[in-house]
């Protein structure tokens, strides 16, 4: 197989996003990660891939801000940057960054400065398949959760075969030419720039993203970078320091008086209270939540299962820990181990230990999984049989 030579490429870092739902004071690549911008660490990643040039997109008004900015991030690289004042659209604002780009370009990698982690690798994969001779190329990754579809008042319609679907992400690379006449001929808005070249008529190939390539655009999503940026330290470069297993503690409290049966450690116990709380009120589930999230720096559990989130009502262990592991792949952890010791005068946990430790493990992906159970010589709401306290240690291990 013949390919051709390695493009000649720029990158356009799409920065000027107001940022409304990130609520950051600002638009949202000048929001700060640490003690940088989003826009700061987005160009990290972008200066790691070597193009002929970097162009930046962003509010009028705040050029002198992205320049200094990408001075900073740019640490003494003399890559050619231009700036310029976006649009009111996407598209507007694509078009301004082409617009600017030096002769002899032929291809252009436009990148969403809000997935500010990106590794270098991603675009290295784009650039290597553009190289190959694909005309459009876009990284992405499986889409994991179970998809509906809903109508417009509420009622699932029908469930979406997954193995279809894939979530994309940026930096998204076209040849030039391609990408120009698609920005002429459009009509409509587009999401992305592959919908905007796929309406075009053309082919648009995919590799593989990076779970770390989320894009920023909720303060949860902002929350899980700045928890990435302390455990991976330079995550948008394609060498990052490689992140060492982690340890969390959690705890949880529930008191009896919840209606229906009691569920605990993932099981159901027939004949005793049951536990007050939002979801079922196992104390010994929502301590192993706490303590998965807390070792990935990943907030605790109402970040993540606080009511507002009504899906989680009533919901039982394997949801919770489910959903658990699920946020933890996505920031490149694993579960290694979790240690969970309950303390309540009921139920006894003797006969069932072993049964309360298979759930749990399963629920967790088949992680090893110790439950250990002990009264408090009648001291205490516990002591009083006012209700359950769990308290678990987990490890986690990257991926």
């Known amino acids: 197989m013949t390919h051709a030579p390695h493009p000649r490429f720029a990158v356009v870092v799409v920065a000027a996003g107001s940022g409304t739902r990130l609520r950051g004071g600002g638009p949202k690549a000048f929001v700060a990660l640490d003690d940088r911008s989003i826009l700061h660490h987005a160009l990290r990643g972008v200066f790691q891939a070597r193009p002929v040039q970097v162009v930046i997109v962003v509010p009028a008004g705040l050029e002198a801000t992205a320049s200094d900015i990408a001075r900073d991030a ?49 675009f290295e994969r784009v650039i290597a398949r553009v190289g190959a001779g694909a005309l459009a190329v876009i990284p992405a990754v499986p889409v994991v959760d179970t998809i509906k579809r809903v109508d417009a008042d509420g009622r699932v319609v029908a469930a979406v075969d997954r193995s279809e679907l ?11 030419g391609i990408l120009r006449a698609a920005l002429r001929g459009v009509d409509a808005d587009h999401t992305d720039d592959a919908a905007l070249v796929a309406a075009a008529g053309h082919d648009v190939v995919v590799v593989d993203g990076d779970a770390v390539a989320f894009k920023i655009t909720t303060t949860s999503d902002l929350e899980r970078a700045r928890a990435l940026l302390t455990t991976v330290p330079s995550a948008s470069l394609p060498s990052p320091s490689v992140p060492v297993p982690r340890v969390g503690i959690g705890t949880d409290v529930h008191g009896f008086g919840g209606d229906g049966t009691l569920w605990l450690a993932g099981l159901e116990w027939p004949g005793e209270r049951a536990l007050s709380g939002h979801s079922d009120g196992d104390a010994v589930a929502h301590a192993i939540v706490d303590a998965l999230l807390a070792a990935a720096g990943l907030g605790d559990i109402g970040t993540h299962f606080g009511t507002d989130r009504p899906e989680f009502a009533g919901a039982h262990a394997e949801a919770f820990l489910a959903h658990t592991v699920e946020l933890l792949r996505e920031a490149g952890w694993r579960v290694g181990n979790v240690s969970v010791q309950v ?57």
Do not use: K, Y
Request: hydrophobic share 50%.
């Open 74 to 122: 740019a640490e003494g690289d003399p890559l050619p940057v231009a700036i310029v004042a976006g649009g009111t659209t996407r598209q507007e604002s694509v078009a301004a960054g082409l617009a600017v780009l030096h002769d002899g370009v032929d291809t252009v990698l436009i990148h969403d400065a809000a997935r500010a982690l990106a590794p270098a690798a991603v």
């Open 166 to 176: 894939a979530a994309a992400q940026t930096p998204q690379a076209f040849r030039v």
């Open 343 to 399: 303390q309540a005068n009921r139920p006894r946990f003797a006969a069932r230990r072993v049964e309360a430790e298979r759930t749990l493990s399963a629920a967790l992906g088949g992680a090893a999984v110790s439950v250990s159970a002990t009264t408090t010589d009648g001291l205490g709401f516990t002591g009083r049989t006012e209700g359950v306290a769990a308290f678990a240690t987990a490890l986690v291990v990257p991926l």
